[in-house]
């Protein structure tokens, strides 16, 4: 039994997923000895694109080891955030990367987006049942951006959710996302950039995500936390190349600007909040806000 007053779990659909969305508040949240923080992971991540040359025999349509490379990769990643409690969902490769949307990897017998959902559901099940968290943190409806996997995770959490409401109550379901606001700035400072990751879009508004200040419930200033999460995002070094937008954002506005994280309130009631920033609303700053 895990004994933490505060336990938290975070259901992501590959590895790097986990330090991109939501690394700081991991590593914010595994630095206090009050709160456990729990990762469960849906896929190995077997369709990524690989951006080390010397790694590229390991895409699935040659040896199809990537996986495995990203098994250490992600243990790296854990590591740097200093979370200690991960796990895979049904145990390491039972589900298989679905690749994005559309394409022919979506319909391969052991695809995470093939799965039977309370099949998947009954196993993370058990890890909350065992976990007791009080919050859990996943993707919306659409997966935050459309990615099959992602939204197979949404689903299979609300349904755990369901399935161990008898032996457990989960307080607050928390989605993770971004605010609109800072990806306006973003998309003016990277419009002159060679490493510009809006280069296809015209406007911040054509974006598959972002939130409007009035719905995000949560803002999360994970203070300090810069650094890890950098160094978990470089552990991923398979999917993630040295000259990405993050690492050139961290370079340029320092590693602060890596360290504020959104969430909106899927469930459960909204705590205390404080204005964060000028002229906006009161988000909460903790999510455990009116928990504990």
Not at 36 to 63: M, N
Request: net charge negative; proline share 4%; with cysteine.
């Amino acid at each position: 039994m895990i004994d933490a007053a505060r336990r938290i779990l975070f259901v992501h659909a590959h590895p790097d997923d986990e330090s991109i969305g939501t690394g700081a508040t991991m590593a914010l949240y595994a630095a206090d000895p009050g709160t456990h923080v729990t990762l469960v992971t849906c896929t190995l991540g077997e369709e990524g694109e690989i951006h080390v040359p010397a790694l590229a025999q390991l895409e699935a349509a040659q040896a199809d080891q990537l996986g495995g490379w990203r098994i250490a990769e992600l243990n790296a990643a854990c590591a740097a955030l200093g979370v200690e409690d991960h796990r895979w969902l049904g145990g390491a490769g039972r589900y298989r990367d679905s690749g994005m949307m559309g394409l022919p990897t979506n319909d391969n017998p052991r695809a995470f987006w093939s799965a039977d959902l309370d099949e998947a559901a009954a196993h993370l099940a058990e890890v909350v049942r065992e976990v007791r968290p009080q919050v859990v943190v996943t993707y919306d409806a659409n997966g935050f951006y459309g990615h099959p996997d992602h939204i197979q995770a949404h689903r299979v959490t609300v349904r755990a959710i369901e399935l161990a409401s008898a032996d457990h109550t989960v307080d607050k379901l928390y989605y993770t996302t971004v605010a609109r606001r800072d990806l306006a700035e973003m998309f003016d400072h990277f419009k002159q950039s060679a490493e510009n990751p809006f280069a296809e879009v015209e406007r911040v508004e054509d974006l598959p995500f972002g939130a409007k200040d009035e719905e995000i419930d949560a803002r999360i200033n994970a203070t300090g936390t810069g650094e890890r999460k950098l160094e978990a995002l470089r552990a991923h070094a398979s999917q993630i190349p040295g000259g990405d937008w993050m690492f050139t954002l961290a370079a340029e506005l320092g590693e602060a600007g890596l360290e504020v994280e959104y969430y909106t309130l899927a469930t459960g009631k909204r705590g205390p909040g404080t204005r964060t920033v000028e002229g906006g609303p009161e988000w909460e700053t903790d999510l455990f806000a009116g928990l504990v």
